[in-house]
């Protein structure tokens, strides 16, 4: 009798997990074995600034699976077990119980790395004082939790204002903490373009939250707890900092394995998510993908993406033969009662891969006029002067705002121009939309400017 194939996964989290239950399904002979350094695996890290801000009370309901459902499916999930090295030479890796135990070496005939991403490394000085956080585990969570509730915090600073920064910061407002973000760029959210930020700066204003954007922080200052932030001139009083600058691929063990890095880190995998060494793949946010507009590699961690990586890598190992095409970095963030989304590419980025970009923006109601409720909605289209091809989208808004990106990523995805989203038949009830729904008119607006400015050019 032929012993069963052997599939080890690091990392036990959106890609992993996907990954492991994928080849699970397709193929029952597997021995699926995955590791997972934290204490939890199969959970929604994109709940956490929820749970922070009280709306989830309990950490068990980010948990999607424990290793006891998932053992009763036959894939063993080692939690607190941290791979250390990986051989892809000998098909090994070593592992240690973090649990005091010791360090073992374990075979693989298939190996998938979903190890995921880690907190940029500010460089801050006093990072490290009690009371400065990352967010990325319900570990991490929890031990923001905990320091507010074992002593009188009012003040709360986050430093970066990309969407986890402006999450927790959403947070600290509902647990009542008087919240300043810092942010180097001179606008939030750098995933949309400035004139969009403006709006959410104002809502975060609104709302009491200070923003001051285009300083950087200098220091973290405190005796034995975080106490003050030192940034361009200014002492900040804080009682908690949350750093939220980003994060990079945690690519420690395929680099230590010399598996090919791309630009921004990220592992380089093909469509199949196959990394370049045979009988290993690799998924989610420590893996660069392809932006299917400029078809150039992007590196954009999110969960949909780690889930959708996870489940491909899953299915060719179990032997099929799946493809993750690429993304758009569709993305939809709330932010205090503001919803926004993004889809494509901004005008920077357009304009950095080489497109000639118009963009047209029009603000307009998310219900009918007369139905009770309504609320204003600014969508902003932008495509490539001449042939109105579609590159991006960005909406904000009190409501309706998802549903609306999803339309034009869906548009993106089909390669449409602004013209042709203009004809899209989208649904209309006056509780939902106007009849003419804000991105219809967005693409009607968008369609003119790149054909009339076109048109100027030639007559030029
Ligand atoms: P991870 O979730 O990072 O999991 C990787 C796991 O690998 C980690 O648990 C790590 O402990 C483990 N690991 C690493 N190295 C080893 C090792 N050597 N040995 C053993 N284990 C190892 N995405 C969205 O699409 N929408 C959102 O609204 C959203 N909100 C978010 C909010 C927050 C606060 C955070 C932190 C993320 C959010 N994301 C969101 C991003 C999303 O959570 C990630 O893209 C997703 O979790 C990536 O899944 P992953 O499995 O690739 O990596």
């Not at 959970?43 to 309901?61: F, K, N, Q, R, T």
């Not at 090994?92 to 940029?120: C, F, H, K, Q, Y």
């Not at 190992?317 to 503001?338: I, M, P």
Request: with cysteine.
């Amino acid at each position: 009798m032929s012993a069963r194939r052997r599939v080890v996964v690091v990392g036990g989290v959106a890609a992993g997990m996907s990954a492991a239950s994928r080849a699970r399904r397709l193929d029952p002979d597997l021995d699926i074995t995955v590791y997972e350094r934290s204490h939890f695996c199969s959970y929604s890290a994109c709940g956490l600034p929820y749970h922070v801000a009280g709306l989830i009370p309990d950490h068990e309901a980010l948990v999607v699976r424990t290793p006891e459902e998932f053992a009763a499916d036959g894939v063993t999930v080692n939690v607190h077990h941290e791979v250390m090295a990986i051989n892809v030479v000998e098909r090994t890796l070593r592992v240690r119980n973090m649990a005091g135990g010791r360090s073992r070496t374990e075979p693989w005939d298939a190996l998938v790395i979903a190890a995921g991403a880690r907190p940029a490394s500010s460089g801050i000085p006093g990072k490290s004082l009690p009371g400065v956080f990352t967010l990325r585990t319900i570990e991490d969570a929890q031990a923001i939790r905990a320091w507010i509730a074992a002593r009188d915090c009012r003040e709360a600073v986050v430093i970066g204002a990309g969407y986890i920064g402006l999450e927790m910061a959403d947070a600290f407002r509902a647990r009542d903490l008087a919240t300043t973000v810092v942010e180097r760029a001179d606008h939030v959210l750098p995933l949309v373009d400035p004139d969009v930020a403006d709006d959410i700066a104002a809502e975060l204003a609104a709302k009491g939250i200070d923003v001051v954007c285009g300083v950087t922080v200098d220091a973290i200052a405190g005796k034995s707890r975080v106490q003050r932030v030192l940034a361009g001139g200014a002492s900040i009083a804080a009682d908690i900092v949350v750093i939220g600058v980003g994060v990079r691929p945690d690519t420690t063990l395929a680099a230590a394995a010399r598996l090919p890095l791309g630009p921004d880190d990220g592992i380089v995998v093909d469509e199949g998510m196959r990394t370049g060494v045979d009988g290993v793949w690799a998924a989610g946010d420590c893996c660069q993908t392809r932006h299917l507009l400029h078809g150039g590699p992007s590196y954009v961690p999110l969960g949909t993406t780690a889930n959708k990586q996870g489940r491909v890598a899953g299915a060719n190992v179990a032997g099929g033969d799946e493809r993750f095409a690429g993304v758009l970095g569709t993305a939809v963030v709330k932010v205090c009662e503001l919803e926004v989304g993004r889809t494509g590419l901004g005008e920077q980025e357009a304009a950095n891969a080489g497109f000639d970009v118009v963009s047209a923006s029009v603000t307009h109601l998310s219900r009918a006029g007369y139905y009770p409720g309504h609320e204003q909605l600014r969508v902003k289209l932008l495509a490539e002067r001449g042939s109105g091809r579609l590159l991006g989208g960005q909406i904000v808004g009190r409501e309706g705002v998802a549903k609306r990106v999803d339309v034009i990523a869906a548009a993106l995805h089909a390669g449409a121009t602004a013209a042709e989203l203009e004809g899209y038949d989208l649904s209309y009830a006056p509780p939902f939309a106007p009849v003419w729904d804000p991105v219809l008119i967005a693409a009607r607006k968008t369609a003119e400017a790149a054909t009339a400015r076109a048109r100027l050019r030639e007559a030029v």
